[in-house]
């Protein structure tokens, strides 16, 4: 195939363009790593233990106030949202030095009473202590690794272990990138996240394996023509599906983080990364990995049958 012919099989030359996104993906991922020891991750009660308390007011609970009078008696970061309806509070205190038990929840009650003028009712007070936390750590560490090395395993089985690699290194990209943005805003890390994490893993594996199943059909389809441009080619023909699928899922989340409140807030910002970032490693990341890592059509044909005509364009 000439450079003509090529380019008319093609809109965009994405991977002429590899060299930048390249250093593109380096500088962000050493950027996000180094918020990541730098700064950390700000984790949630879920992950650090703490006090969950839920209450009922008489009427519409006002939440900025509450906040206020929690700081103001010596709360640090509380977290305060409605759940179920206006009048019922979701409260979650991060470990108070010196405080338990019985008088800390007098002193959450004196400041819920403080700003409401009728009774207000407590309906559960739970304490979550640090070994949950680490077993929560250790769990998601674990769920983390299984997932990387059943994708690795079931790429590397379905195509080639280059294109294996290439789909784990890109899915990293994926995760680095979610993690640096929640460390560089020190946004809080919960379940949620996790969970969204988890979800763009899936999510921009399978855009990827979209990807390399129309390089695979392209190499033995195709008989002229580079390494590079059946990439471009197969890249180029699976784009409309990728951006639009991208697209849809964002109007989705962005109404879920603007409307969804403040429960799933942080779940939909993470999507949100996720999703944009999912998108741009399926497109750049993947492919130009899986052709830094030396893949070829060789590797890709299926063995031709002594006799059989080839009828490849």
Wanted: hydrophobic share 50%; no cysteine.
């Amino acid at each position: 195939m000439s450079d003509n012919n090529a380019k008319r099989r093609y809109a965009i030359d994405f991977l002429g363009k590899r060299h930048i996104a390249v250093w593109v993906s380096i500088i962000l991922s050493v950027a996000a790593i180094g918020s990541l020891i730098g700064k950390g991750i700000n984790f949630a009660i879920d992950f650090t233990g703490g006090t969950v308390i839920e209450a009922e007011f008489p009427v519409q609970a006002d939440l900025v106030k509450i906040r206020t009078g929690l700081e103001e008696a010596g709360f640090r970061s509380p977290v305060v949202q409605n759940f179920g309806s206006t009048r019922e509070v979701l409260i979650r205190l991060v470990p108070q030095e010196g405080l338990k038990g019985e008088e800390l929840k007098d002193r959450v009650m004196d400041v819920l009473n403080q700003n409401s003028e009728l009774q207000v009712k407590l309906h559960r007070i739970e304490f979550v202590g640090p070994q949950v936390g680490e077993d929560l750590v250790e769990d998601s560490g674990m769920a983390l690794l299984l997932a990387t090395i059943s994708i690795l395993i079931y790429v590397a089985l379905r195509f080639e272990y280059r294109f294996a690699l290439g789909a784990i290194l890109a899915t990293l990209h994926d995760v680095i990138m979610m993690l640096g943005f929640f460390s560089v805003l020190q946004l809080e890390f919960d379940l949620s996240v996790l969970a969204a994490v988890l979800t763009i893993m899936g999510y921009s594996l399978n855009d990827t394996i979209v990807v390399f199943d129309r390089i695979r059909e392209n190499f033995r389809k195709l008989r002229r023509g580079d390494v590079v441009e059946v990439m471009n080619i197969s890249i180029n023909e699976t784009l409309s599906r990728t951006l639009m699928t991208s697209f849809l899922t964002l109007l989705t989340v962005i109404a879920m983080a603007l409307f969804g409140g403040e429960i799933i807030h942080n779940f939909a910002v993470a999507l949100i990364v996720g999703i944009v970032v999912g998108t741009y490693s399926s497109i750049y990341v993947a492919s130009a990995l899986a052709l830094r890592l030396g893949v070829s059509r060789a590797d890709l044909l299926i063995p031709e049958k002594e006799g059989v005509s080839d009828n490849r364009p």
